[in-house]
């Protein structure tokens, strides 16, 4: 089930060699390579390094680039929009040929997206999509279906409750995509259980620190003993919230059950300890599929409007097996 893609991309072309790199001035440098052929140069604007999820992402990004023998010039936008629009800019002054965005939020991008559609360079969306009301802005979206994820982590959670929990909902980023849609699915099946009810709900912006930190407040409330249940929208933010609930003398995963979204090595170590329940699996090895989609839009071949990868559920059934194979 893991790390496979619907629809399969061509495999990366050949006549691109060895030239990836991480750093900006690296694109300023010589623009062919030994064959003599232009090399590609992709602009990437990164979201941050928030989480373990984030950071295999980026890897598996430069690393995909280095393979396909493409230029990355690479920029971690801290979390922030405003950092972002400025690598974007920065980007088209460049002259990148191909740009990756994968977007903090999912509004607010349309007219730097517009100023990138005039200068002609082609826009691949990676991991989170953008509200806009041009489509032509992009050439694809590679992602999670988000609001899947959500769905699996309530149904995961009804069926192992008998439909009765209450909930504790620590939120990804504010106006992010995964944060929005995660939500949206994991209500849509709550509404078919009358016993199942969100009590809490607050941001910890996709942090193991901040996950804790809310946590943390939310086992203080005076009415945090009807607490059964966590509903975390990825891995690091669970995690936090486990600590915080040792530290409070309360058992993660018995006393209270903790579901969440990722899927990360840490997660399916929290598995086999018992203190995690369930991991639905969010896929961030896209590297590969990104760097064949940039040399076709380059050449100017057709591909698909969406590329979404089959992921998995994992549990106390199937986690055991499945972590020595965890890369990330
Ligand atoms: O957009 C994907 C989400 O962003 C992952 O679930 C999370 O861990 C990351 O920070």
Redesign the pocket.
């Given at each position: 089930m893991m790390n496979k893609f619907l629809p399969v991309i061509g495999l990366l072309s050949a006549s691109f060699v060895l030239s990836g790199c991480g750093k900006k001035e690296d694109a300023a440098a010589s623009n062919n390579n030994a064959g003599g052929k232009k090399s590609l140069t992709l602009g990437f604007s990164q979201?941050g390094a928030?989480?373990a999820?984030?950071t295999a992402n980026t890897d598996s990004i430069k690393d995909a680039a280095q393979k396909a023998g493409i230029k990355l010039v690479f920029s971690d936008a801290q979390q922030k929009q405003e950092n972002q629009i400025k690598a974007l800019r920065s980007f088209v002054a460049q002259g990148v040929d191909v740009i990756e965005l994968a977007p903090v939020v999912n509004t607010g991008f349309e007219p730097v997206l517009q100023e990138i559609k005039q200068a002609g360079i082609p826009v691949i969306l990676s991991?989170?999509t953008v509200e806009v009301s041009d489509k032509s802005l992009f050439t694809t979206f590679v992602g999670s279906d988000f609001v899947l994820e959500g769905r699996r982590a309530a149904e995961w959670l009804a069926k192992h409750t008998n439909g009765k929990a209450t909930i504790a909902e620590l939120v990804?980023t504010p106006g992010?995509a995964?944060a929005i849609d995660r939500k949206k699915g994991f209500e849509e099946v709550l509404a078919k259980y009358p016993d199942m009810k969100i009590v809490k709900s607050q941001s910890g912006d996709?942090t193991r620190a901040k996950g804790k930190e809310v946590m943390e407040a939310f086992l203080k409330a005076p009415d945090a003993k009807s607490i059964t249940a966590v509903f975390a929208?990825?891995?690091?933010m669970a995690l936090g919230a486990i600590q915080a609930m040792e530290e409070a003398g309360v058992q993660p995963g018995k006393d209270i059950m903790v579901v969440s979204?990722?899927g990360v090595k840490g997660a399916f170590e929290a598995i086999v300890a018992g203190k995690l329940n369930c991991t639905v699996e969010?896929n961030p090895i896209i590297g590969e599929m990104i760097m064949g989609l940039t040399q076709k839009v380059a050449n100017h071949e057709g591909i698909p409007e969406r590329v979404t990868p089959e992921e998995g559920v994992f549990d106390s059934t199937n986690a055991a097996a499945a972590l020595p194979g965890r890369k990330y």
């Amino acid at each position: 089930m893991m790390n496979k893609f619907l629809p399969v991309i061509g495999l990366l072309s050949a006549s691109f060699v060895l030239s990836g790199c991480g750093k900006k001035e690296d694109a300023a440098a010589s623009n062919n390579n030994a064959g003599g052929k232009k090399s590609l140069t992709l602009g990437f604007s990164q979201i941050g390094a928030e989480s373990a999820w984030r950071t295999a992402n980026t890897d598996s990004i430069k690393d995909a680039a280095q393979k396909a023998g493409i230029k990355l010039v690479f920029s971690d936008a801290q979390q922030k929009q405003e950092n972002q629009i400025k690598a974007l800019r920065s980007f088209v002054a460049q002259g990148v040929d191909v740009i990756e965005l994968a977007p903090v939020v999912n509004t607010g991008f349309e007219p730097v997206l517009q100023e990138i559609k005039q200068a002609g360079i082609p826009v691949i969306l990676s991991d989170r999509t953008v509200e806009v009301s041009d489509k032509s802005l992009f050439t694809t979206f590679v992602g999670s279906d988000f609001v899947l994820e959500g769905r699996r982590a309530a149904e995961w959670l009804a069926k192992h409750t008998n439909g009765k929990a209450t909930i504790a909902e620590l939120v990804g980023t504010p106006g992010a995509a995964p944060a929005i849609d995660r939500k949206k699915g994991f209500e849509e099946v709550l509404a078919k259980y009358p016993d199942m009810k969100i009590v809490k709900s607050q941001s910890g912006d996709f942090t193991r620190a901040k996950g804790k930190e809310v946590m943390e407040a939310f086992l203080k409330a005076p009415d945090a003993k009807s607490i059964t249940a966590v509903f975390a929208h990825n891995d690091d933010m669970a995690l936090g919230a486990i600590q915080a609930m040792e530290e409070a003398g309360v058992q993660p995963g018995k006393d209270i059950m903790v579901v969440s979204i990722d899927g990360v090595k840490g997660a399916f170590e929290a598995i086999v300890a018992g203190k995690l329940n369930c991991t639905v699996e969010c896929n961030p090895i896209i590297g590969e599929m990104i760097m064949g989609l940039t040399q076709k839009v380059a050449n100017h071949e057709g591909i698909p409007e969406r590329v979404t990868p089959e992921e998995g559920v994992f549990d106390s059934t199937n986690a055991a097996a499945a972590l020595p194979g965890r890369k990330y």
